[in-house]
């Protein structure tokens, strides 16, 4: 099943890089929540869902570009959590940090998942405990790794606060990459980074891949306090803050 989710990000990437090349309508508007939509998220999500209702009919979909009420979902058990476009600021800015994001969901645990860049042809994907990174010619397993001093990736579309500056002064020396969308996950990963922190909201379809291929390459991922960060239905889709590190 891994190798068809493969295909389905490839081929919903390969949609969203027309659209960026300017061989299809570039159109942006605003969703109710104010962040922005383009014809690449809705091509994506047309793709990846209808591909996937084909791959696994049983499991439901939550797409970023179809939420499904609480009612319908408030007993899932398992589905598919996805992020047809994250990253369309980035998308917007045209700088190549966006990704296409699909994970599946099990009992509030992400146990598959697959991010693919599409303007670097790289993408990751990870299952039942194991990562990797799949360019044009070569696929290899990944994992974390300490560095020193230790890099840390943050959000290039949101500044750092007190939280966040408070840890990084523990961390004495280090270094500090900002970066779009769910390819900081995949930075911890594949061991160029040794952190990655955020405080400030996110969605779940924003963390879901990226968190099944930091934990396949064994990372840590929890919230500020300690608490793990789970994917069981809720009403709101709002992740807290969450801490990702190569160090258990």
């Known amino acids: 099943m891994l190798k068809e989710v493969c295909h389905l990000a490839r081929e919903a990437g390969n949609a969203i890089m027309q659209v960026y090349n300017g061989e299809a309508p570039f159109n942006i508007r605003q969703k109710e929540n104010h962040s922005p939509i383009t014809t690449a998220d809705v091509k994506a999500h047309h793709i990846i869902t209808s591909g996937l209702k084909k791959i696994t009919p049983a499991i439901p979909i939550l797409s970023e570009e179809e939420v499904i009420c609480w009612e319908i979902r408030k007993n899932w058990q398992k589905?598919?959590?996805v992020d047809p476009l994250d990253g369309t600021k980035e998308f917007i800015k045209r700088?190549?940090?966006f990704t296409v994001n699909i994970a599946l969901i099990n009992k509030g645990e992400p146990i598959l998942g697959v991010?693919?860049?599409p303007?670097?042809?790289i993408l990751y994907s990870a299952t039942e405990g194991?990562?990797?990174k799949e360019n044009q010619t070569n696929r290899t397993q990944i994992q974390v790794k300490p560095l020193k001093p230790p890099v840390v990736v943050v959000s290039r579309s949101h500044s750092k606060d007190d939280k966040m500056s408070n840890y990084l002064n523990t961390l004495g020396?280090?270094?500090i990459v900002k970066i779009g969308s769910s390819l900081k996950f995949c930075m911890v990963a594949e061991g160029k980074a040794q952190f990655y922190l955020r405080s400030g909201?996110?969605?779940i379809w924003d963390t879901g891949a990226g968190h099944a291929i930091a934990v396949a390459a064994g990372a840590e991922i929890n919230d500020w306090q300690g608490g793990a960060i789970n994917y069981l239905p809720k009403t709101s889709f709002l992740n807290p803050g969450f801490l990702v590190s190569s160090s258990k």
């Open 79 to 81: 589905y598919w959590l």
């Open 95 to 97: 700088n190549g940090e």
């Open 115 to 117: 991010v693919y860049a």
């Open 119 to 121: 303007v670097f042809a």
């Open 130 to 132: 194991t990562a990797w």
């Open 173 to 175: 020396d280090h270094h």
């Open 201 to 203: 909201p996110t969605n």
